[in-house]
């Protein structure tokens, strides 16, 4: 029995007429049609062997996810051939033997239930392993040269789209806060004004009452450092001297402190303190993973993979690395950005 619901033909057209609103507007026009006919091709004969398999036993969104894998494998490694130096009599076959590989592979991970994720990082694994065996092979047949073999083995498109779709959002990202920062200067603007002018006023009456102005900063100084983590409290303590440092410490240990404290002079003490605070810390492959591994601690694995259910396979395999410490390779800035969207979606 066909399965129900299941359109191939119409799935296999809609995958075509979004491939060509994604294929490089730099390539030749033969190009891009090399490119959504293969895909459109692939995608109709995968999804017309699943829908006439009977004894494959699955549901539509089963049909539909081991021809979507096919469909867009197809569009990736079609692009990586264009850009491979290879000749283009050769493409075909390259294509054909990665497409009956992503079927094979596809198919018996749904049929024997493996977990989505897992069978997409197995897809890709094939799929790289076939691609580089065709081009040795070429290259052992005396059809390409070393540099041609090693220039079709470096091509990558779906890691290009993943850095330019990372890039895309850290430039969004960017856009975003430079607004924000714009609306909170100006109103940081108006506040200031206001409390110049109270400033004034209550450093006038403080030289006539009980508390200097001098005391009554390292009291502030003095309540931020009760939260302070002992080595940022150190840091900041070496820029005062001997005498300061022991009111400081006598000044921590006040019961009634907050009473003492004027609310503007505690804010201005903090902006000056921005300069005596540990520097931040550098982009490093160890402080990416020493992020990642934090919230690994910190969170079940179930929820930080549902977190990236709908990433693409090469997101999902450096998070999956990272969990046995091992760093996958993705370019540190983006290795960055998937750290910091995996902690703010927690």
């Known amino acids: 029995m066909a399965i129900e619901g299941f359109d191939y033909k119409g799935f296999a057209q809609s995958m075509a007429e979004q491939a060509k609103e994604l294929v490089p507007k730099d390539l030749q026009p033969e190009d891009q049609e090399y490119i959504v006919n293969t895909l459109g ?12 398999d009977e004894s494959l036993n699955i549901n539509t969104e089963q049909a539909v996810f081991i021809t979507q894998i096919i ?19 050769y493409w075909d076959s390259i294509m054909q033997k990665i497409a009956f ?14 977990p989505q994720e897992q069978l997409l990082q197995a897809v890709e694994m094939h799929v790289v392993k076939v691609y580089k065996k065709c081009i040795e092979d070429l290259e052992k047949r005396g059809v390409i040269n070393e540099e041609t073999r090693e220039l079709a083995e470096n091509q990558s498109n779906i890691d290009e789209m ?3 779709a990372a890039e895309e959002k850290v430039k969004q990202k960017e856009a975003h806060l430079e607004e924000a920062d714009q609306k909170r200067l100006e109103a940081q603007k108006r506040r200031e004004e206001v409390r110049k002018q109270r400033r004034i006023e209550k450093e006038l009456d403080a030289s006539a009452g009980k508390i200097t102005i001098r005391q009554m900063k390292l009291m502030s100084l003095a309540l931020i450092m009760r939260i302070l983590t002992p080595e940022k409290a150190q840091a900041i303590m070496k820029n005062f001297d001997e005498g300061d440092n022991r009111l400081i410490i006598n000044y921590m240990g006040m019961a009634n402190l907050e009473s003492q404290i004027d609310g503007d002079i505690l804010l201005n003490c903090l902006k000056e303190m921005k300069e005596f605070l540990p520097a931040k810390r550098k982009l490093t492959q160890e402080n990416v993973m020493s992020d990642l591994l934090r919230l690994y601690r910190s969170n079940p694995r179930e929820r930080i993979e549902k977190i990236i259910k ?9 998070i999956s690395q990272a969990y046995d410490g091992e760093y996958s390779g993705l370019p540190l800035k983006v290795a960055d950005i998937v750290a910091q969207f995996v902690e703010d979606s927690i």
Do not use: C
Not at 41 to 52: R, W
Not at 71 to 80: G, L
């Open 41 to 52: 091709n692939f995608t109709l004969m995968a999804g017309e062997a699943v829908y006439n």
């Open 71 to 89: 469909a867009e494998w197809s569009f990736h490694k079609s692009i990586d051939l264009i850009h491979s130096g290879i000749d283009r009599n």
């Open 101 to 114: 590989t992503i079927f094979e592979v596809a198919k018996q991970g749904v049929i024997k239930n493996v």
């Open 162 to 164: 993943a850095k330019q």
């Open 310 to 318: 709908n990433e693409r396979p090469l997101v999902k395999r450096f």
